[in-house]
């Protein structure tokens, strides 16, 4: 199946705007929290950031938003 665009120019800015944000936080948690503490803790929430970040990323490229793709309407 096929992802359909379900998302306007608008939206796939903000959604670029925040994945890069969140991914370059997760790059420099990486380096400030997660390798001097060590602890799976910090290493959990650095990767949910990355994974975060890189798949709105994706999202923002591909047009398709999976929030509006289950139902649910977003104001952007």
């Given at each position: 199946m096929p992802l359909q665009c379900n998302i306007d120019a608008?939206?796939?800015a903000i959604r670029l705007i925040y994945g890069a944000v969140?991914?370059?936080v997760g790059v420099l948690l990486i380096?400030?929290?997660?390798?001097?503490?060590?602890?799976?803790f910090a290493w959990t929430v650095t990767?949910?950031?990355?994974?975060?970040?890189?798949?709105?990323?994706?999202?923002s490229r591909s047009?398709?938003?999976?929030?509006?793709?289950?139902g649910?309407?977003?104001r952007v």
């Open positions: 608008k939206g796939k969140l991914s370059v380096f400030l929290w997660a390798k001097p503490a060590g602890g799976w990767l949910l950031l990355l994974i975060g970040g890189a798949f709105m990323i994706f999202e047009g398709w938003c999976v929030i509006r793709a289950v649910f309407k977003t």
